[in-house]
């Protein structure tokens, strides 16, 4: 993907300029009061150096441009996941006719929480001003990211002022949250025991044999359900789509209280838990909504197809830990949207009376809750008595402290 960068105007850096032009006037007054050649001669050779440096700051870095390519593994570079990188081509284009030793090329990476990271590497341009500057990116995490301005610093071949230029670099991408592959989901299980509630509500998610098309090739498709035909004529990879029997939707309810997370990792593992269940329904053609309690209360109805999914995913990329105040007022908000007869699936670090309140109250509206508990990674407490009280309670709950045992945890193979 290639951005077009626009050129801005160069700042001359003061540096030894001034001690240059002093010297310059020391040598005019030794031609107007002494004479003769030799003072001539220096006064001439001082000027012809004032003359470089001027046209140096005037020109050359001043008038700097290029081109900036972004590549990654991926299709589209400008979206990646959470651990990838990217790859950064400048080229760039110095005008002029004077010929400079190197520059220094300064780039800034900013995320869209604020934090920065700064590159600044050497190249040394070829004799028409045309240079290319190759670097990576550091494995950067969930956000949205953009270059700032590019600064290319010079010096004069006597290295005695330094010369800036500054031109705007457009360069946007999203890192979208880390997820894992989950092939099953006890929730949604006939054979799931379960009391209460949950064990009358409960349904397969089996597919029938009517087949309702052809889709996308999925990661984790069955070999058998391939569709040769379908993928020798287009050239790419199709699944058969079968009709499934109906199961209740499913609202999915991530916490974003400020106070609850014991720092950065554990929230931006919630966040991967959800990102990895959107991922679930969509394979399996399951109705699943989101809502984030934030800084303000966001809700998705529950979608079964991709673009609907597509747009949750992209709203977890800029989510943050910001939310105030109990959960239950919060959910309170957006009551409309939650359909009876629904899963409420909580995911959130608390646990004891706040959770216990968010499930009366889905309980109230004709929803089934169950509870997956984000514990701290650091922390070496497992969560069983947790697990022990849900249990008691007829209500389903998981406790999860990494990424990679999500899907065995969802799957009800122990840890």
């Known amino acids: 993907m290639k951005r077009y960068l626009s050129g801005a105007a160069a700042v001359i850096q003061p540096g030894k300029f001034a001690g240059i032009l002093a010297i310059w006037g020391i040598t005019l007054l030794y031609v107007l009061f002494q004479g003769g050649k030799t003072s001539f001669m220096l006064f001439i050779m001082v000027s012809v150096l004032m003359i470089y440096l001027m046209i140096g700051g005037l020109g050359g870095v001043r008038r700097a441009k290029g081109t900036r390519s972004l590549y990654s593994e991926l299709d589209k570079p400008d979206l990646l996941y959470a ?33 920065s990271w700064v590159f600044e590497e050497s190249m040394v ?144 593992l919630a966040v991967s838990i959800a990102a990895s269940l959107l991922g679930f329904g969509i394979r399996d053609r399951i109705g699943i909504g989101l809502c984030c309690l934030d800084k303000n209360t966001k809700i998705f109805m529950p979608a079964e197809g991709a673009a609907e999914r597509q747009k949750m995913i992209q709203y977890l990329i800029d989510i943050n830990a910001e939310g105030r105040g109990p959960l239950v007022p919060r959910l309170e908000k957006g009551h409309r949207m939650f359909p009876k007869g629904s899963y409420l699936v909580l995911i959130s670090p608390q646990s004891g009376q706040p959770v ?20 701290n ?39």
Do not use: C
Not at 392 to 407: D, F, H, I, W
């Open 125 to 268: 341009p070829s004799l028409r001003g045309q240079g290319e500057l190759l670097f990576q990116t550091p494995a950067l995490e969930r956000g949205r990211y953009s270059f700032e301005g590019t600064d290319i610093l010079s010096e004069d071949i006597f290295g005695l002022v330094e010369h800036k230029g500054t031109f705007m670099a457009e360069g946007q991408f999203r890192v979208l949250p880390r997820a894992v592959f989950v092939p099953r989901w006890q929730l949604y299980e006939r054979k799931s025991r379960l009391a209460g509630q949950q064990a009358s509500l409960l349904h397969s998610r089996r597919e029938t044999t009517q087949i309702n098309g052809v889709r996308d090739y999925v990661y984790g498709d069955r070999l058998t359900r391939i569709h040769w035909n379908a993928t020798a004529k287009t050239g790419n990879w199709k699944s058969k789509e079968f009709e499934h029997e109906s199961v209740p939707k499913t609202m999915i309810v991530l916490d974003g209280s400020a106070m609850v997370y014991a720092g950065s990792n554990q929230f931006e």
């Open 83 to 115: 651990g990838g990188f990217l790859r950064v081509k400048l080229d760039v284009t110095i005008p002029g006719f004077l010929p400079l030793p190197y520059v220094v090329v300064r780039e800034i990476l900013k995320r869209h929480n604020g934090e």
């Open 377 to 415: 990674p650091a922390a070496v407490n497992r969560g069983g008595e947790w697990m022990d009280v849900l249990k008691s309670r007829g209500a389903t709950g998981y406790s999860v402290s990494s990424l990679q045992e999500l899907p065995s945890v969802l799957g009800g193979d122990k840890v």
């Open 356 to 375: 216990l309140d968010v499930m009366r109250w889905a309980e109230s509206r004709g929803m089934t809750p169950s509870h997956i508990h984000v514990r």
